[in-house]
C-alpha cells in the first residue's frame, strides 16, 4: 500500500506515515458509500441531527488534542488552531438549527384537485476534496450540511492536512456517523483525480483555480453537480476620513492572520493619499509588533508556511516588485530553517504591473498604494480576475455602501476584513468559484429539488 508522509513545516521533521489510497481503494470506497446512503437517507433527520450534535461535543472535549495536531501538521499558531475549532462550533450549530426548513415538502400551488410540490432530495454520494488551510471550516462547511441532508460524503483532506482529516473521520464515527457513509479518502493530487473518475451525484472543491479549472475541465461533461471554492486577490480601500491607525490594526491582521494563508486574506491595499502616509507608519507598527516563531508558543502571531514551494511564489513577487520599483519597507526575504519561514513584508509605491498586486501571494505579504480617490480605487479595486472579498474603511455608510455596490466581489466589508459568517453565502466572482458554502442556501445546495405535479383522480 502507498504511504504518504507528513511533515511539521514548522521543522521539517517526519511527523507520520500513514497509508494512502489508490485507484483501487478508491472505488471500493466510492462503491461503499454508494450502497450506504439510502440507509443513512431513512434514518430520521433528527437521528442524524444528534450524531452531528456528539460530534460537536467531542471536538469540544478534544479541542486542546485536536488543535496540537492541526499545528503540528500546517504550521499554524496554537491560538489559532483553537480559534478555528472554536468557530467550527458555531457553524455546527447554525446548521442544526436550519436543516429542518430546508428539508421540509413545500406545497406551492393545490387548486381543482391539482398540486404541485418541491421535495428536497440529497444528491447522493458527493466528494469533498479539500485545502489544509483551514480544514476544519472549509471541510465542515461541506461534510456537516452533507451529512445532515442526508448524503454520504467520500471526504479527501489535503495531503498538508491529512492526520486533522483522519480526526475528523475517528469523530464523527464515533459519534455515530456510519463508516461507510463518511469515509476519508487519503492522498495527494492523484488520489483526488482518482476520485473525480469515480460515478458521483457532486464535487465539492476548496483549493487553488489552478487544481478547480482542471477539476471542472473534467466533470464539466459528466454533469456532475460542481462546486468550486477558490483563491483570491482580496482589496481594501481606506478613505480619507477613516482613522488611520484603527484602519491599519484591523488590515495587517486582516493580512498577516494565518500567515498571511486565508482564501479571504487581505491581499491589496488601497490608501487615499491624505491619509497615505499615517497609514503606512501605523500599518509597519503593527506588523513589527508580530511575533514570528515557533506555532506552539501561545503568543506566537506568525507561523510557518504551510507548503514548501510558496516560498519561491514569495521571493518571485518580491523580486518583481522590487524590480519595477516598490519600495520594501520590511522583511522581503525566507527566513532560517529548518521549516518554511518567510519574514512579514509590506511593500509601498505598488502598482498593477507587480505580481503582488495580480496573484495571490498566500502568505505573510502585503503591497499598500496610494489612491487619489474613490473613482480609482474601485477601478483598482475591480482590477482582477479574481472575486471573493472586498472592504472599505471609512466612517461615512453611505459612502462605504456606494463603493462597495460597485465592486465585483462575492462578500464585501465595511470597516471590518477576513471575516466568514454561517449566516451569510460564502461565495466568489469569477476565477474565486462557483456555487457557495453557508447559509441557508448553503444547505440547500446539498440537496436536489425534486418536482412533484400531483392531479388526483376524481
Ligand atoms: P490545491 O489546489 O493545491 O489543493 C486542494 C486540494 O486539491 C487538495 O486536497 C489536493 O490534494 C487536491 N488536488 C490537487 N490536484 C488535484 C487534481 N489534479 N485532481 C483532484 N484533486 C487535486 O490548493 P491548496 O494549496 O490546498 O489550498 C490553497 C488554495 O485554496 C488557495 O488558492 C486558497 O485561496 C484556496 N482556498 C479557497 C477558499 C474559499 O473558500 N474560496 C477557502 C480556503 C482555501
Redesign the pocket.
Known sequence: MNQLSIYNPATAALISQVPADDAGSVAAKTAQARAAQPGWLAVPLAQRKECIVRFRAAVVAQLESLAAIMTSETGKPIKMSRNELNGLLGRIDFFLKEVDAQLVTETVFAEGGMTEQIQHIPLGVVVN??????PWF?GGNVYIPALLTGNAVLY?????ATLTGLAMARLLHEAGVPKDVFIAVV???????A??AQKIDGLF????????A??AQTLGPRMVKLQL????KDPTYVCEDANPKTAAESLADGAMYNTG????SVERIYVHEKIHDAFVAAFLETVRGFKVGDPTNEDTYIGAVT?APQLAVLEAQVADAKAKGATLLCGGTRLPGPGNWFAPTVFSNVNHSMELMRE?S?GPIIGIQKVSGDAEAVKLMNDTRYG?TAGVFTPDEARARGLLAQVNAGSVYWNCCDRVSPRLP?S?HGD??VGL?LSTYGIQTFTRPKAWHLRSAG
Open positions: 476534496i479539500s485545502a489544509w488551510n483551514y472549509v479527501k483532506p489535503s495531503e498538508y492522498g495527494g493530487g492523484e488520489v483526488g483525480a476520485l473525480m472543491f476548496t483549493g487553488s483555480y489552478s487544481t478547480g482542471r477539476i471554492e477558490l483563491g483570491g494563508q486565508s482564501c479571504c507548503r495571490e498566500f471573493l460564502w466568489g474565486s468559484g458554502t
